[in-house]
């Protein structure tokens, strides 16, 4: 058995790191004193404060969001549950998420079309934008001289940061008008293909800008590795690139997606905010059901939140319902962000 | 090993002529030439930024993958210049396999790691890439140890497995050159002896050259070796010789110890 260790002896917390006697002994026959290294009372202060604020950003962070949460949940449950602030009737959840009728003049708040018409305009524009976005980032990263890539990667961060609402006049005054004029002989073109179009130009630049990212940080042992065993550039890109960036490929696609869903401006100036697009679909007998399904002027939860917000009384049922569409468009979005999360984290188990 | 007394018999599969080599402006080679022997382990040693890795790359021409360079000067197989006109790289880097110096499997199974060269040449028949994997596997000693777990991601092994792992999938196109730079410098010195003894047992029907620091590994494992030095052949010849009688000072003084 070892003996125990001695104490060691006492020390006060505010005794400086270096004894002054010690100093002095290091000094002594030197003609300049070495200085001995002490952080000031202010600055230990100061960390202590500090530390203070940054929690308390974060708490004011996690209030504004718990907070937004609470009053999205509180005002929509006023549409199934007779709750205080409520002058209308209520509802049931089977006759708001299960019916295609939204008439609210006529007591009908279906919203099938909503949810309907949001998976379809995110689903087809992520069909055009994600497979354009990832080539688009081999191509930058792996495929482009240097001078192009610099360029390019430019030019996407760019566009990142356009504001939605000029994609949206971009849309509503050159486009429409143009697939109206060649296509359509002349009849409105808006609806899910033009609305589509746009927000998959929208959301390009994000899957790009961070296909681009997954594609440069691999290693270049694999495209090396790859080609040594007689492979073509091409051969490597197919099946050792992209395979090994799949994780982060996918990230960007449901970064993507997350831009679409939430997108209200810029479709709502081309969609045609038609809550009965169902119905019309229906009925219409005039041309082939596909493009009949890329043409019907339609709505999504989005569009018919701007749209029709503003224009119900608080309390109402019409209000309600729209807010619980709010709430699940919330809910929509935190899933896709707890998606990302999760593969995020695959990729670096 | 081959030793001075015995005279070679094998046939000069790889020759190199006045081989000069740019990056841009600056000469990384300048006017080498050797002959490189089949079936016999070929050892380049020399200080950092000698140019032995870059040397090394010229024999399947794998630099120009990421960059522009310059070769001038004539380098052949069997023969044939392969940096003539016309010379298929693909076909070349089919025949010319390369271990990197750190192990570099793909982020795909171990079975999809052999399999992927098979087919990259168009073998797609289940029996047939199952049979070239486990003689892959089995020629760089590394079935028995995996053979229960071939689906498993290659990421997952330890870097003396996954360094076999790449010789495995090398092998698995049935390469008549391997060349290896500095294949064991990630490695620990159990799994440096395994590969050492691997180099060993391939070079029965490969021609081997191994780019390598560490002396003790060129004298253990090469019958021939070269000392560049700045980019410049400056001595070449048996192992032996250059270990126990170099011509060079220079030699002497680099494996001695005294610079490098």
Not at chain 1, 41 to 47: F, S
Not at chain 1, 223 to 229: F, I, K, M, N
Not at chain 1, 265 to 281: D, E, F, K, R, T
Not at chain 2, 21 to 29: P, Q
Request: proline fraction near 6%; charge should be neutral.
């Amino acid at each position: 058995m070892a003996e125990p260790m001695p104490d060691l002896p006492e020390t006060t917390l505010d005794a400086p790191l270096l004894p002054d006697g010690l100093a002095r002994i290091a000094t002594q026959g030197t003609p300049c004193p070495t200085p001995v290294f002490r952080q000031s009372h202010l600055h230990r202060l100061a960390d202590r404060w500090t530390h203070l604020l940054f929690l308390a950003c974060t708490l004011l962070v996690v209030l504004l969001i718990g907070g937004i949460l609470y009053f999205l949940a509180a005002r929509g449950a006023g549409a199934f549950f007779p709750l205080a602030g409520n002058t209308d009737k209520v509802v049931t959840f089977r006759e708001v998420f299960l019916s295609t009728n939204w008439d609210p003049g006529d007591g009908h708040f279906g919203i099938v079309p909503f949810i309907a018409g949001t998976l379809a305009v995110t689903g087809l524009a992520l069909l055009v934008a994600a497979p354009t976005g990832v080539l688009t980032g081999v191509f930058i990263a792996k495929v482009a001289p240097p001078w192009m890539r610099n360029v390019m990667r430019q030019v996407m961060d760019l566009l990142v940061g356009i504001p939605s609402v000029v994609y949206g006049i971009f849309g509503l005054t050159i486009i429409l008008p143009m697939v109206g004029h060649a296509w359509l002989a002349d009849a409105p073109a808006a609806g899910f293909a033009v609305s589509a179009a746009i927000l998959a130009v929208m959301i390009v630049p994000t899957v790009v800008s961070l296909s681009t990212d997954a594609f440069e940080s691999l290693p270049s042992s694999l495209d090396e590795g790859s080609q040594a065993l007689g492979s073509t550039r091409w051969q490597a890109i197919w099946r050792v690139l992209i395979p090994a960036a799949r994780p982060r490929l996918l990230t960007a696609t449901v970064l993507g997606l997350g831009r679409a869903i939430g997108e209200a401006m810029a479709v709502q100036m081309v969609i045609g905010n038609n809550p009965q697009w169902m119905l019309l679909m229906r009925q219409a007998t005039d041309q082939t059901p596909v493009l009949r399904f890329l043409f019907t002027p339609a709505a999504t939860l989005t569009t018919e939140l701007v749209q029709e917000l503003p224009n119900t009384a608080s309390g109402s049922t019409w209000n309600n319902v729209l807010f619980a569409m709010g709430l699940l468009l919330y809910l929509m979005t935190m899933l896709l962000i707890l998606a990302t999360r999760r593969l995020g984290r695959q990729e670096h188990a | 090993m081959l030793s001075p007394q015995t005279p070679e018999t094998k046939p000069v599969k790889l020759s190199v002529r006045n081989l000069d080599f740019r990056y841009g402006e600056k000469k990384v080679l300048d006017g080498l030439s050797m002959d490189i022997h089949a079936e016999r382990v070929t050892a380049i040693i020399g200080p950092s930024g000698c140019g032995k890795s870059t040397f090394l790359k010229c024999f399947n021409r794998i630099h120009e993958v990421s960059s522009a360079v310059q070769v001038s000067g004539q380098m052949a197989m069997d023969g044939v210049d392969i940096y003539r006109g016309g010379i298929d790289q693909v076909d070349l880097r089919r025949r010319v396999g390369m271990v990197f110096q750190k192990p570099n499997p793909f982020p795909k199974s171990i079975y999809e790691n052999v399999a992927f060269g098979p087919r990259l040449f168009g073998v797609r028949d289940r029996a047939t890439l199952d049979g070239l994997v486990e003689d892959a596997l089995r020629k760089s000693a590394l079935w028995d140890e995996v053979k229960d777990r071939l689906k498993e991601s290659a990421t997952g092994m330890s870097g003396g497995q996954q360094q076999r792992l790449c010789i495995a999938r090398a092998l698995a196109v049935n390469p008549e050159v391997l060349l290896m730079d500095e294949p064991c410098s990630a490695l620990d010195p159990i799994a440096t002896a395994k590969i050492e003894d691997l180099i060993g047992e391939l070079k029965e029907n490969l021609t081997i050259v191994i780019v390598t620091h560490n002396m003790q590994q060129a004298a253990r494992v090469s019958d021939y070796t070269a000392f560049f030095w700045l980019g410049k052949l400056i001595e070449m010849d048996l192992t032996e010789r250059i270990f126990t009688t170099p011509r060079e000072r220079m030699t002497e003084d680099y494996i001695t110890g005294r610079f490098g």
